[in-house]
C-alpha cells in the first residue's frame, strides 16, 4: 500500500497535468474574430510611429529588461533543491503573492501620479515581474545564472503578453525546451527585441492605459499591476510545469 506522502504527491500530480492538459488546450486556440481585429488595428498605429520612435521604444525596453537580467545576476536566488512537485509550487505561490502585493502598492503610486509618474511605471513594473520569474525559477529547482534559464523567462514574460497568433508559436517553444535550448546562441545579441516590445507594449497599452488619467490612475494601476502579475505567475507555473512532467522519469 502507497505510503500516505507518495499517495498525495500522486493525487497532486495528477491534477497538475489535468490543469496542465487544459492550459494548453487553451493557450493554443485559434486567435479570435477580436483579437485579429485588435492586432490589426494595432499594427496600423505602430505603421503610423515614426522609426525613430519605434527604434527608441525598443532600446529602451531592450535596456531594462537586460538591466533586470544582468542586475540580477548579484541578487540571484538559490534554487530550491527539492523533488515533490507540490513543495516547489507551494514556494512558487508564495513568491507570487508577494510580487502581485508589491506590483498593486507600485501601480497605485505610479497612477496617482498622473501621466509622468505613470511613465515611470514600465521600468519599475517591469523589474517587479522579472524578479517574481527568477524567484519562480528558483522554486522549481532552477538555476538563473545559466543564460538559457534567462532565455526560459523571457519566453514565459513574452508567451504571457502577446497576441494569441504569437502564443501559439511560442508556447511551442516551451513545449519542446529541450530542443529548443540546443540551438539558442550563447548571449541576448541575437534575440529579437523588436518583436519583443511591440508585442508587449501592444498588450500593455490595453491594459494600463487608464492608469494615466488623473484621479482615477491609482485605483486602476493598482488592479491591473495585480492581476497583470497574477496572470504573469499562472503562464509561469504552467510553464515549469511542462519541463517537470517532460524531464520525470516515466519510472518515477
Avoid at 161 to 187: G, I
Amino acid at each position: 500500500m502507497p505510503e500516505p506522502g507518495n499517495l498525495a504527491e500522486a493525487l497532486y500530480e495528477k491534477l497538475a497535468r489535468e490543469e496542465l492538459r487544459i492550459w494548453l488546450q487553451q493557450t493554443k486556440k485559434k486567435p479570435s474574430l477580436v483579437n485579429r481585429f485588435t492586432s490589426g488595428t494595432q499594427r496600423s498605429i505602430n505603421n503610423l510611429i515614426p522609426e525613430k520612435i519605434h527604434q527608441a521604444i525598443t532600446f529602451a525596453i531592450e535596456k531594462i529588461v537586460k538591466g533586470v537580467l544582468i542586475g540580477n545576476e548579484f541578487v540571484r536566488p538559490k534554487p530550491y533543491l527539492v523533488e515533490l512537485l507540490r513543495l516547489k509550487e507551494y514556494k512558487a505561490r508564495q513568491a507570487i503573492r508577494l510580487y502581485k502585493r508589491t506590483a498593486s502598492v507600485e501601480g497605485a503610486i505610479t497612477g496617482a501620479g498622473g501621466i509622468l509618474m505613470g511613465f515611470a511605471d514600465l521600468p519599475a513594473f517591469l523589474a517587479i515581474k522579472m524578479k517574481m520569474l527568477f524567484d519562480l525559477a528558483a522554486a522549481y529547482g532552477h538555476d538563473v545564472r545559466d543564460f538559457k534559464e534567462r532565455v526560459f523567462i523571457l519566453t514565459i514574460f513574452k508567451l504571457t503578453f502577446s497576441s494569441q497568433k504569437t502564443r501559439n508559436t511560442t508556447v511551442l517553444l516551451l513545449e519542446n525546451w529541450t530542443e529548443t535550448a540546443e540551438k539558442l546562441p550563447d548571449n541576448f545579441d541575437g534575440f529579437d527585441w523588436r518583436s519583443f516590445q511591440l508585442e508587449y507594449r501592444d498588450y500593455m497599452d490595453l491594459a494600463k492605459l487608464a492608469q494615466l488619467i488623473p484621479v482615477i490612475g491609482a485605483g486602476v494601476g493598482a488592479v491591473a499591476n495585480f492581476k497583470l502579475t497574477e496572470q504573469l505567475g499562472k503562464t509561469a507555473i504552467q510553464a515549469y510545469r511542462l519541463r517537470y512532467f517532460a524531464e520525470k522519469s516515466p519510472a518515477s
